[in-house]
């Protein structure tokens, strides 16, 4: 099975929308309304036979939208990518799109791929652990997703950084690499809280949201512990306190939902873990 990075290089190089969501099918009520989407890496199994597929099947499930992890044939094709959103009823809530893609020779191309198939979330998925161990590396991957974040911005759109469980050890006294990294960049550059990663890593998902309010604009619901394959509420992570705080502190604009576990179940997984989401 591809690892997410083997996926997204198969796969293809890889808030306006938003607002218009709230209170559409695929929402969790509250005070507020925010869309569910699904992480398509989720999906990643049935994604390398129909890629096309797996986008009208979230819109089936009751999705508001996805994020990508890799476009599939359609990294060259923005325009027949975005139609195929539009056909499914759904938004490009954001990309997991690699380091290099956000460098100063290649953010203005992916910034008009973004725009061109109305996806305001430019997220980093992933950083080289031994670059984040170090401080001193960590603040100038800091420096380089600060200027990415201002181009971004400069143009309506935003970038940010999803965890893995290595960003959460300690690397200056009692902080992690990810506090590290989020103390260096500006309150723009989304903190894409991944509820189970972080778990996973020793860290702890409420305290981040808490500590960078306002700035987890995507938030990654995703299990951590329980049986194999488990789906939302069979673990350790408390959804209804995470979605508590994303409402009233995180500023969150939409929840992704990935659940990567069980890829030959990948869908009724998925429906499972969006229908626990909308009990809450």
Not at 103 to 125: E, L, M, W
Request: hydrophobic share 35%; proline share 4%.
């Amino acid at each position: 099975m591809k690892t997410r990075r083997e996926f997204v290089k198969s796969m293809g190089l890889a808030c306006a929308g938003l607002a218009a969501l709230r209170g559409s099918a695929g929402t969790v009520a509250g005070t507020k309304k925010i869309p569910v989407g699904i992480q398509l890496y989720s999906f990643r199994k049935q994604g390398e036979k129909d890629f096309a597929g797996i986008i009208k099947k979230a819109g089936e499930l009751g999705f508001s939208g996805v994020e990508f992890a890799g476009y599939g044939p359609y990294g060259d094709k923005p325009a027949e990518l975005k139609k195929l959103l539009d056909d499914a009823g759904l938004k490009a809530f954001g990309t997991h799109t690699g380091y290099n893609l956000i460098q100063p020779d290649q953010i203005r191309k992916t910034i008009d791929f973004h725009k061109a198939i109305g996806c305001p979330y430019i997220i980093v998925p992933w950083i080289d652990p031994k670059q984040m161990a170090v401080k001193d590396t960590c603040l100038k991957i800091a420096e380089i997703l600060t200027r990415a974040s201002e181009t971004a911005q400069a143009e309506g759109l935003y970038v940010g950084y999803h965890a893995h469980g290595g960003d959460f050890h300690k690397i200056d006294g009692d902080r992690t690499a990810w506090e590290v990294l989020f103390d260096h960049t500006p309150k723009a550059f989304i903190h894409q809280i991944d509820l189970g990663n972080c778990l996973g890593g020793g860290g702890d998902p409420y305290a981040m949201i808490a500590r960078y309010p306002g700035r987890s604009l995507s938030v990654h619901l995703k299990e951590h512990g329980g049986p194999k394959g488990a789906v939302f509420g069979q673990g350790t992570v408390d959804f209804k306190r995470a979605l508590t705080l994303c409402e009233q502190v995180g500023g969150t604009a939409c929840y992704v939902i990935e659940h990567e576990s069980d890829p030959e179940q990948a869908f009724e997984a998925a429906k499972k873990c969006l229908d626990y989401v909308a009990s809450l």
